[in-house]
């Protein structure tokens, strides 16, 4: 079945400072959902973006599909943006097959 | 609107009983998943509902594990004589299509 693998697994920031979080996964998707867990376990939808770019304030995403990955730009990093976060892609049945996470941890 | 809800938010039982875990879908949603976050095993699918489908049980660790969606909206996971590895959150989403999901807020199951 397909594999997803993201990475950093985990990252430490300071308040204000930028980061990345990589997702690849091992064969073509139709779509693909970024997630954020917060302290207390809920799973918020990011972003779901099979291909391109989208914006949301702070955050913006990247898939490029022909490549198998996506990319999770943090900006300005604030203390609120602590937690796990995931990227999922549909296994057949729409099913969505997680990587295992990355653990951000923003220090003030 | 209301978002999924899952009953109870946390739920504590003995090794060997039963357990009925709850989940109420967005309104609408014909998509129905259960999930399992465990500590060390991620976030694994368990059941899959869509409509009147027979429903995709393909992610049921085992015969203790079963689930049933009443009238296309409310769902319950049950599991028989519960075991310690069965300690996990487990989390219940839905969805309008077989698109974009929406989770709940989990149930937080500890098997003693």
């Known amino acids: 079945g397909i594999q997803v693998e993201q990475s950093p697994p985990d990252l430490i920031l300071q308040e204000g400072a930028n980061s990345t979080l990589r997702c690849n996964f091992s064969?073509?998707?139709?779509?693909l959902q970024w997630f954020h867990q917060n302290p207390w376990g809920q799973l918020i939808n990011l972003f779901y973006?099979?291909?391109g770019t989208k914006q949301n304030g702070r955050l913006s995403a990247t898939t490029v599909a022909t490549e198998r990955y996506s990319l999770l730009y943090i900006s300005s990093s604030q203390t609120t943006d602590s937690g796990v976060y995931f990227c999922a892609v549909p296994g057949n049945t729409g099913k969505l097959i997680f990587g295992q996470g990355t653990t951000l941890q923003v220090k003030p | 609107g209301a978002g999924v809800s899952q009953s109870p938010s946390n739920k504590v039982t003995e090794k060997g009983k039963d357990v009925e875990l709850r989940c109420d879908p967005i309104s609408g949603h014909t998509a129905l998943y259960w999930y399992r976050q465990s500590l060390g095993q991620g976030l694994e699918f368990l059941i899959y509902f869509q409509g009147n489908s027979a429903p995709d049980k393909s992610g049921l660790p085992s015969d203790r594990f079963s689930a049933e969606r009443t009238g296309g909206s409310v769902s319950t996971l049950t599991i028989q004589r519960t075991q310690q590895e069965d300690s996990a959150v487990y989390l219940c989403?839905?969805?309008?299509?077989?698109?974009?999901?929406?989770f709940g807020p989990g149930t937080r199951l500890t098997v003693l």
């Open positions: 973006i099979p291909s």
């Open positions: 064969d073509s998707v139709n779509n």
């Open positions: 989403a839905s969805s309008p299509t077989r698109d974009t999901q929406y």
